[in-house]
């Protein structure tokens, strides 16, 4: 407007002149009308400035505000990835939302950049939405769980039960109703699943026929409170003592219970073999070069015994190292001709043994023809020879009954109608006490269940 009308721009240019020239020149009053405006002017822009300020602080400190402010440095934060694996998540992420467009080619290349960073990324984004996506109900349940067993330890702490452990685990047991709870979720049925007669059922099975007590008193009682309740069995205990005194087990007079009697009462072990190690110096014979000269011989041997639990027993004796011969010991009827079989007593804390060697097939024979031929008597009939031991149950440092003391040793030889019987003298050296020692071998397979 003021570009089209020339005219008028210099009239207001001569007005504004003149104006400038009546206020410089003008009088005391004009000047005194003129400060109040400035002042109110200056006071309205103060008022404007402080009211921005304000209005700018609350806009800042509002929860929407801040939400904003939030997303974007989350966005910031996630447009950026900070390893290899967040970019390989990245493009396959992408990869994926060009495939739900039907972007098939594109996302093909976001597929192939983000397995060339992670082979395995798809693997991992499916592990990471399976876990976002269990449910709440787990959680929710141990929270439950875990808030009920502070409950029960701070209501067990009043009462006098507090230091029986067994107590407290059964009044968990009973109102839970269950042996145990799993801990992650599963989708085959949870062994927490089965009743307690099951779980009993199935722990006859550990320890089966050949007594593994071991595996049920240690392994299986330490998996969690349900098991622990069940391997200590009343029942299980009772059968294992049966089984290990027979008709001499009595009853819990002077015990409290099954347990507490095979663990105090001297008894033998079944999940291992007990080992001696023997060791002397015998002389040797002087050589023919040299009359001066005699060797000496270190001789070393071991003597090895298993018992089973229905009263048999085997005995090794050989050179061998253990890892040698503890193979020979397994089974009850041994391949090994070497390897005596036998039977055993109990009687408080005395194990007697019984062993017979049976002469080799064949040696009657041929013995009997070579006697003739040399007409001797005496070696008409082949030997047999029964060997008897008589051993104390002793125990080890803390180990219970782990020791086998020697206390009587004889050997008698059958030889036709003659016979003949010869008794050691059981020197401490030539006769150190038998060792126990597991064998995970002889209890790795379960053949029947304990009866």
Known sequence: MLAGNPGSSKYTESDSSRSRQSTSTGDGDEDEQDEPSSNQNSETVDELS??????????????????VFKREQSAATDAVPETIEDQARALFLKGIQHEQDGKLY?????????????PDIETHLYEATKTKAAPLEVNLEALTLEEDAAEDEAADATEEEEDDL???????????????????PQSAVHISSLPMEIVLYILKWVVS?????????????????????????????RLVCVRVWGVNCGGLSNFES??????????IYFHGCYISKTTYIRHGENSFQDQFY?????????????????????????PEDPPVSLKELKHRNPRNSTVLRGHYRLHDDHVTIVLKREP???????NKIRNKRRGDALWNEPSEQTFHLELQIGSHRSHRHV????????????????????????????????????VKSYTAESENILQ
């Open 50 to 67: 402080t009211f921005r300020a304000q209005w700018k602080k609350e806009l800042k400190s509002s929860p929407e505000h801040q939400s």
């Open 106 to 118: 594109e996302a093909v290349k976001f597929y192939r950049r983000a397995v060339q960073l992670v």
């Open 166 to 184: 067994l107590l407290r685990f059964q009044r968990i047991l009973l109102r839970d109703q269950a042996v145990c709870h799993a801990d992650l």
């Open 209 to 237: 026929s050949e007594l593994d007590v071991r595996l049920l008193d240690l392994s299986c009682s330490a998996v969690c409170r349900g098991f622990y309740l069940a391997a200590r069995d009343p029942e299980i205990w």
């Open 258 to 267: 099954w347990r507490q009697m095979y663990i105090q009462r001297p008894h």
């Open 294 to 318: 005699r060797p000496w011989h270190l001789v070393e041997y071991f003597r090895y015994l298993r018992f089973f639990p229905e009263g048999l027993v085997l005995m090794l004796t050989t």
């Open 360 to 366: 080799e097939k064949g040696s009657g024979t041929n």
């Open 403 to 438: 020791q086998l003391h020697w206390q009587g040793y004889s050997v008698i030889t059958h030889r036709g109608a003659t016979e003949s019987s010869t008794s050691f003298d059981l020197i401490s050296g030539r006769f150190p006490p038998f060792h126990f020692s597991r």
